[in-house]
């Protein structure tokens, strides 16, 4: 059973299948870091640029973009009886209907951990931490840091404001520190619907804290692995309580409402956001303001942590976030934690952002000149490519991450100019005729067979030919006609093909002059039948030789004869 399950650890966090990858540039236009390179038009993904938000894997129509699994590593520390602790975030509930995560539990204990917890127990600590720290330090603003992949953006992308990240690690490792603090030697593992959580794991500060990081979906994999039917399970219940309102963490204020911050969405000060393009623009706007005393909430994936890439379920956000709503007023948090000291929770986090290169003018023009953007008003910034602008593409070409030829409009323009070359220089006449048979396009040759003009454009086709081929296309009774049509009043003879595109109505005929061969035929036919002739004239005349000489060989040998009697007849006298 276990070989059915494909180890990834040796592969980047996000990575993409090549065989499934069909350069679409989708990746390259959803990735909020650009942590796409194009190679060939396969789109892969850089690993040190990635922040491992999944955007890439949720987004892809091809499904050929996908996250490493800890399969393997879960199902070696489990078939080896260690201890193994599991901590299940909170968005489960949302994820799971309410009948199975009821049951869930007892598949955890069934597959063979021994302690079974909610990450809202360490949501708890964290919440709890970062308000201790904000009320210590007001006069700054401040961002929460339970979301990896926003504290991975702020610390390679915008390391401006890595100062004002709160100190406080994430519910995964807070809980994780928890129960190392416990049994030090219990293994880690946690289960959510995040991608990010897989990178925050690898950091050195958590590396001896944090043993594997499976999704949703890697778990409902280890259940099949294990034949574990979560209907035929008891309902259960978790191994530790969880304090407050910590089970709302998942959901945009949830950090807030357990920290008992203000959560009133008119409030100045305090900002709860979700979503990629709302915190981008929230850090712009405090880059203007670096005393605003802001307190801000951020959850990379739009309405939180119940749409994280991994999610088990797609259901609507609203559906959701009832659903969460609901888990947690049904079960409350106990009022009291067990006291730990808030400094156990603390983290640092520091700045991450490598030296950018930077281009000269020329060689960003350069670039630009090369997929046609000679002037200002040639870059379209249509953002086909990806990019939001033909200049920074251009960076990205000078970079290594882009190809010139991701350019759509450039693409399409050389392709149609080349295709317009073609037809021109081709040796082949070329009509092209609307709806009303009236002459839309010819090309040279056309031009020259019938000794005609741009000046005919317009003009129905029988001003020129017949049109008959084409008429019988326009009914519809045919959709290809082929025929060899003696054209007297040119000297011509072509084999003619007319077909139709019915999408468009228009109609297409292609000329191939013939009248060379045709004449070279009939010349040839000539040939041939004076040879026959002569060859018949040679074998009359064989004959007659044949037949006078056999006549004269039979007057001689007549003659011989009667020689030869008298002369046998003197003998004998």
Known sequence: ??????????????????????????????????????????????????????????????????????????????EKGDRVAISIAPSFASCYSEWAFKRLPSALRALGFQYVAET?????????????????????????????????????????????????VSPMVAHARLIKQEDPAMKFVFAGPCIAKKDEATQKQNLTLIDAVLTFEELDELFAWRQINLESCEESSFDVPVSGDARLFP?????????????????????????????DELLQSMAGQPQAKWIIEPLFC??????????RQKKGSYTRRNEIINYARQNPGIQEAKVFGLNNFKAVYSSKSKASKSFSEEEIRQVLAAIGKHKPEDELNCMACGYNSCREKAIAVLNGLA??????????????????????????GIVLLNHKL?????NESFKKMFSCSDALIGRPISYLIDPDAFEKLSTGTETLIRQTVHYNNYNLICHQMSYSIPDQQQYVGIFIDVTDLQVKSEQ???IKAETVLKAQELIDHQI??????????????????????KLIDSIKK
């Open 302 to 311: 739009k309405q939180g942590c119940i749409n994280g890439p991994a999610a």
């Open 403 to 428: 190809e010139p030829e991701m350019c759509m409009p450039f693409m399409r323009q050389m392709a149609e100019q080349k295709f317009d070359t073609m037809i021109r220089h081709d040796p082949n």
């Open 544 to 565: 007659s030789m044949a037949q006078e000489l056999a006549q004269f060989l039979g007057e001689h040998t007549a003659k011989g004869e009667a020689m030869l009697s």
């Open 1 to 78: 059973m276990v070989s059915q399950i494909k180890p990834t650890e040796k592969l980047p966090i996000v990575y993409t299948s090549q065989a499934m990858c069909r350069d679409c540039y989708r990746c390259v236009r959803v990735c909020p870091v650009h942590a796409i390179k194009m190679d060939h038009g396969q789109a892969q993904v850089v690993p040190e640029l990635c922040i491992a938000c999944g955007t890439c894997i949720d987004e892809c129509p091809q499904h050929a973009k996908a996250y490493r699994t800890d399969y393997s590593k879960v199902i070696d520390m489990l």
């Open 251 to 279: 959901l945009e204020g949830g950090l807030l409402r357990t920290a008992h911050l203000q959560t009133d969405v008119l409030d100045e000060k305090v900002l709860a956001i979700s979503g990629f393009h709302e915190l």
């Open 438 to 442: 009236a002459i839309m396009h010819m």
């Open 120 to 168: 809202a127990v360490g949501a708890w600590y964290t919440a709890a931490a970062s308000s201790s720290y904000i009320e210590q330090n007001p006069d700054q603003n401040h961002i929460c840091t339970a979301c990896p992949a926003v504290v991975s953006y702020i610390a390679q992308y915008r390391p401006q404001f890595t100062d004002n990240l709160v100190p406080v």
């Open 524 to 526: 040839l036919n000539e």
